[in-house]
C-alpha cells in the first residue's frame, strides 16, 4: 500500500521557485507564495525564488542557474503553461531537460480532474530533469499549484514516501533515501 512510513528518515529538499508572468510582483504572487509557504511546512527548504515575465531567454537563463547550483535539488515553476501567446514555459524548458517525467502530466491532469473537470485540458503542466536536477512546471492558478502540490508533490517529494519518493534520485541523497 503506497503511504508515508513514519520509521523512515525524512530527507528535506532543496527547492527553488520560479513564478512567470508578466503581471504578477511579489505582492501579489499568490502561486508562488503558496508552493513556498506548502514546501517550508513540510519541512523543504526554499533554495530560490524569482519572478520573472514570460520570456523564453528570461527563463532559461534562470533555470539554467539553479540547475549548475548543486544547493537547489528540484524547480518548481508555476505560469505559462497555458495557451494564451504569451505562455512560453514549456518551450523554455522542454530544451534543457535531458529526460522527461511523463507520468508527472498525467498525475497532475488526474488529480486535477477531481476539482477543475475537464478545464485541466488547458494545461500544459509537465516535469523532467535537467542535468540532475529536477524540474515540476505548474499551472499559474493558485488553485493548480494547491492541487499539484497537494495532491502530487507532496507525496512525490517526502523521502518517507513508498514505495518511492525523487529524494532517492537527488544526488546527495542517493543511498540515504529510497
Known sequence: MPGIDPSLTFHPLHIAV?????????????????LV????????RLAARAILPDDVAQIQAQVRQWIADPAVDI??????????????????IVPLLRRTMDGFSVVFHQASMGTIGVSTLQSRAFA???????IFCLPGSTGACRDGWDLVLAHEFDSRYRPCSIAGQIPRLRGQAA
Open 128 to 134: 523532467g530533469q535537467a542535468e540532475d536536477t529536477f
Open 37 to 44: 509557504e506548502r514546501l517550508q511546512a513540510a519541512g523543504h
Open 75 to 92: 524547480v518548481l515553476t508555476t505560469g505559462g503553461t497555458g495557451f494564451m501567446p504569451r505562455d512560453v514555459t514549456p518551450e523554455a
Open 18 to 34: 520560479l513564478t512567470v508572468s508578466d503581471t504578477r510582483t511579489l505582492e501579489t504572487d499568490t502561486s508562488g507564495a503558496l
